[in-house]
C-alpha cells in the first residue's frame, strides 16, 4: 500500500524557492511513476512533473518547464520539486503521487495513490 507524505512548503517572496519532498512507502514496484500537481485558488488541478522510477525520464507542464525540477533519492524513498523563480500565481497546495508504470507514466491527475498536500504561498 503506497504511502506518500509532502513537506517542505512555506512561505516565500517572489523569485524565491522551494524545495518540496515526498516521502514514498509502501511501494514494491520495480518501475513505477512519480508526480507532482497542484491546486491553485480558483483554478483546476494542474500537472507539474512526473519521473519515471527505473528509467529517469522526467516530464514537466510548459507552466514550469525550466523552473521546476523533480528528482528522486532512492536511499530514501524521496522525492523531490525543486522551484526556483517562485511567481505570486504559483501560490497553491502542492500534491506528491504515484502510480504503477503501464508502458509510459500516464497523466499525473490520474494517478491513484495522493498525499494530502503541502501549501505553497508566493507574495509580491
Known amino acids: 500500500h503506497v504511502q506518500l507524505v509532502e513537506s517542505g512548503g512555506g512561505s516565500v517572496q517572489a523569485g524565491g524557492s522551494l524545495r518540496l519532498s515526498c516521502v514514498d512507502s509502501g511501494n514494491t514496484y520495480s518501475s513505477y511513476c512519480m508526480g507532482w500537481f497542484r491546486q491553485r485558488p480558483g483554478k483546476d488541478r494542474e500537472g507539474l512533473a512526473v519521473?519515471?522510477?527505473?528509467?529517469?525520464?522526467?516530464t514537466y507542464a510548459d507552466s514550469v518547464k525550466g523552473r521546476f525540477i523533480i528528482t528522486r533519492d532512492k536511499a530514501k524513498d524521496l522525492v523531490y520539486l525543486q522551484m526556483n523563480g517562485l511567481q505570486p500565481e504559483d501560490t497553491g497546495m502542492y500534491y506528491c503521487a504515484a502510480d504503477q508504470l503501464y508502458g509510459t507514466c500516464r497523466d499525473v491527475l490520474d494517478f491513484p495513490a495522493r498525499g494530502q498536500g503541502t501549501q505553497v504561498t508566493v507574495s509580491s
Open positions: 519521473l519515471w522510477i527505473g528509467g529517469a525520464t522526467t
